[in-house]
């Protein structure tokens, strides 16, 4: 079964830009997670969606936005661009379970932000 | 608001077992507590979750007191291979009803030495 998988791998943006990571969840997995994870923040929760609905919000601004296809294939997108969001974004998929916390991560988008 | 704290740092060595600590309060009532494993340049991966009491599995234990205020990862006999570092992951109180938080440790960087 293929892994979850994310595209692009690295991504060079200047501050002001906008930017869409792409993320397909292993087949079958209806649930898609977001994460940041930085050297000073460590892993920190985005957003979760579920049927193409928003389930559960972490404290990020509204910068930070997503949306959930039909497939359950995800993309997250920061308008915007500020310096600290230099960062890896995470992105894992599960079967579906409030309350389950046994998620897949991909291998993550690195984004730099110049 | 959850809030986790776990060790920064443990050393080991080779078939030693290894228990690290997360101490979590606030957090959701009805949902597992997860441990997660991350190599350097790699998503983070599921090793074991629980709800109360213990937990095990072809490679970890889990101990989760009645209070559910922390709960123990145990790696029995570990390799050089288990160097890396190990986050708990709870969802806060409002897990579940759409604007709920998960909230990951600041990680446990484990190094394990011949």
């Known amino acids: 079964k293929a892994g979850v998988t994310q595209t692009p791998r690295y991504l060079i943006k200047t501050r002001g830009q906008q930017v869409t990571l792409s993320c397909s969840p292993i087949s079958g997995h209806r649930s898609v997670s977001w994460y940041q994870q930085t050297p000073g923040q460590g892993l920190q929760f985005l957003f979760e969606y579920f049927s193409e609905t928003q389930r559960n919000k972490g404290n990020f601004p509204g910068r930070f936005s997503g949306r959930q296809f039909s497939n359950s294939r995800s993309e997250m997108n920061v308008s915007t661009l500020e310096l600290g969001d230099s960062a890896l974004y995470l992105c894992a998929s599960s079967r579906a379970g409030t309350g389950d916390y046994e998620q897949y991560f991909g291998p993550g988008t690195r984004l730099t932000v110049t | 608001l959850a809030k986790t704290t776990q060790p920064i740092s443990m050393d080991s060595y080779e078939g030693q077992e290894v228990n690290i600590t997360c101490s979590h309060n606030n957090i959701a009532t009805n949902d597992y507590i997860t441990w997660y494993q991350q190599f350097p340049s790699q998503g983070p991966r599921f090793i074991i979750q629980g709800y109360k009491t213990k937990v095990t599995n072809e490679v970890a234990s889990l101990f989760i007191p009645a209070d559910r205020k922390s709960s123990t990862l145990s790696l029995p006999r570990v390799s050089l291979s288990d160097t890396a570092v190990y986050y708990c992951?709870?969802?806060?109180?409002?897990?579940?009803?759409?604007?709920?938080?998960?909230?990951f440790g600041k990680g446990t960087k484990l190094s394990v030495k011949p």
């Open positions: 992951l709870v969802g806060d109180s409002n897990y579940g009803g759409s604007q709920g938080n998960l909230i």
